[in-house]
């Protein structure tokens, strides 16, 4: 009898990441593919499944469950992805539905940050822990509570939303329609637009010299000692110790994972952070919280993937017995 | 043979509320004693076990397990009060060993916040709900998660304190050492200081008026049309939506609860906290989160820690069997 396994599809704006790992956890096949916009969800959905099936067929193994990362907003229950920012053609699409009817097998979906959080708790920084908040800081600030090992779903399906609870009252506007959240201020798009106008209003620069400004380069600077980047890093800190903190008052997390872009600034990040949190967080014993950075880089994804499909088996097997 | 009872204890600074049911759920006894500060704590909960002995003596029936709420700070896994505020005598205090020598039957401690919102949960306005948040707003600000009916405790079983949480940064420093909390705006205390600091500023009000105002007598002057207490009540609603609904952003809990004697205010409160907390929270559909007040009242308490020692005989069953 062929092995068993379970297949993890990571979806991104850019790439999607596909593994198969057998019941055991053993990974036995991993692929990438660009995610070429323009093809459209079902073309793109049909490449997917065409690289399953040639996995599955080199590796010798069965299929017995499918688990998929997708943008948010997604509608969990339904099994839709509902135009995600990057995928906008993806108009309530059935993703679940797409998937499931190729291969006959329960599929799974969850949004990007709850599925990569899955993945750091259960193959990366967040092993060991009991409870855990995942923080990702890239171009945007996502984030997912994971309990006991399932994710925290709650209304909507949206719980975990750090970077969109409020950290400075009558802040700037966010996108999302309200003002002053996290994400105004320290998401990868929201430092790099400070430094811009930090900088747009202290003195010569040129449009392109403004235009070429990233978080990166923000932290690049400040390695180098540059005043006015540090500025900008430390207010950054600031209010992310609000934000993380804040969550850390109410959920009391053994751990707090960050993982995205910014969190590449590693130390430069951590340590400052961890300092700041400790001053806002006096309702628990901050020490026992440990704030760490992610460890799976790109791969955080189709981990999680992998294990809400090793989930849904387990799920499947208890309502059988 | 005698019916068999659980017996819960909730300790509160002034009184302290008991009471028995059955296990299917019925109240046989209850019994309020005033909270005697000056005995210390072993005579009166040596006052307790003799009330509790009376009721089972009364009603013929046969304890199996003991519920206790006590004010914070307290260690539940040891068991103990340490100093809570309002008694400042129970100086690391075995409440559980004491009360568990007397009776020999399992006996769990948990904080009043967790046992008030434990009793909302399943008698209260909290009923039917999946998850809830509960707030209760009184001299300082409290708060609790309930998931599945179970008490989210977290790290240093510490987690729900949405007072804590910081909604001005660099606001006025705070009790608990950092500063800008929701409590030092929004608690029955703050309410009161913030209204006499701006009468203080504004007019010759003698020290006697400021020294009557508490957050009652703000609650009468709104209801009033005083437009000096109306600009501090929509302040309190203001940053309360910003902690409640940073919470919210969260946990996406199905029902936030608000309890405690500033939520007496009825709707007077919870209608324009409704509608700040709708502009506040917007990554989940805010209308499927009701916010209630607790309709409990001083009874919650006692409620919870009967669903403690249920729990702990629940706890018990599992082991055996």
Same mark, same amino acid.
């Given at each position: 009898m062929n092995k068993q396994v379970v297949a993890g599809i990571d979806i991104g704006g850019t790439k999607i990441a596909l593994a198969l790992e057998t019941? +055991? @956890?053993? %990974?036995?096949a991993a692929r990438r593919l660009p995610?070429?916009? #323009?093809?459209?969800p079902e073309r793109i959905l049909e490449n997917v499944a065409r690289s399953i099936e040639e996995m599955l067929a080199e590796t010798g193994t069965k299929l017995t469950a499918i688990g998929i990362g997708c943008p948010g907003p997604i509608d969990i229950e339904r099994g839709? +992805?509902? &135009?995600p920012t990057n995928l906008? #053609?993806? $108009?309530?699409?059935?993703l679940v539905e797409t998937i499931k009817k190729r291969f006959c097998v329960p599929t799974v979906l969850d949004n990007d940050a709850n599925a990569a959080a899955l993945g750091e708790y259960f193959?990366? +920084?967040? %092993?060991?822990? %009991?409870d855990m908040l995942y923080v990702t800081i890239s171009t945007g600030i996502g984030g997912a509570i994971i309990c006991e090992g399932n994710i925290h779903h709650g209304v909507g399906a949206s +719980?975990?939303?750090?970077?969109? /609870? $409020?950290?400075?009252?009558?802040?700037r506007l966010c996108l999302c329609g /309200?003002?002053?959240?996290l994400e105004t201020i320290a998401s990868g798009l929201s430092i790099a637009r400070r430094m811009r106008e930090t900088l747009a209003a202290s003195n010569g620069k040129t449009t392109e010299d403004l235009d070429r400004i990233t978080a990166e380069t923000v932290v690049e600077a400040v390695k180098k000692a540059d005043e006015t980047a540090q500025k900008i890093w430390d207010e950054t800190i600031k209010f992310l110790a609000v934000g993380i903190g804040n969550a850390i008052t109410l959920i009391a997390p053994e751990a707090v994972i960050i993982g995205g @872009?910014? &969190? #590449?600034?590693g130390e430069l990040l951590l340590k400052p952070l961890r300092c700041e949190i400790g001053k806002n967080?006096?309702?628990?014993?901050? #020490?026992?919280v440990e704030i760490l950075k992610a &460890?799976? @880089? &790109?791969e955080s994804g189709v981990c999680g993937a992998l294990i809400l499909a090793r989930q849904a088996v387990k799920k499947m097997h208890e309502n059988v017995y």
């Open positions: 019941l +055991a @956890g053993e %990974r036995v995610t070429t916009v #323009e093809l459209g839709l +992805a509902l &135009s906008p #053609e993806w $108009i309530d699409f059935p193959y990366g +920084a967040g %092993r060991g822990f %009991r +719980a975990g939303e750090v970077g969109h /609870t $409020i950290v400075k009252p009558d802040g /309200t003002k002053g959240c @872009g910014v &969190s #590449e600034a967080v006096t309702m628990l014993p901050i #020490e026992k &460890s799976l @880089g &790109s």
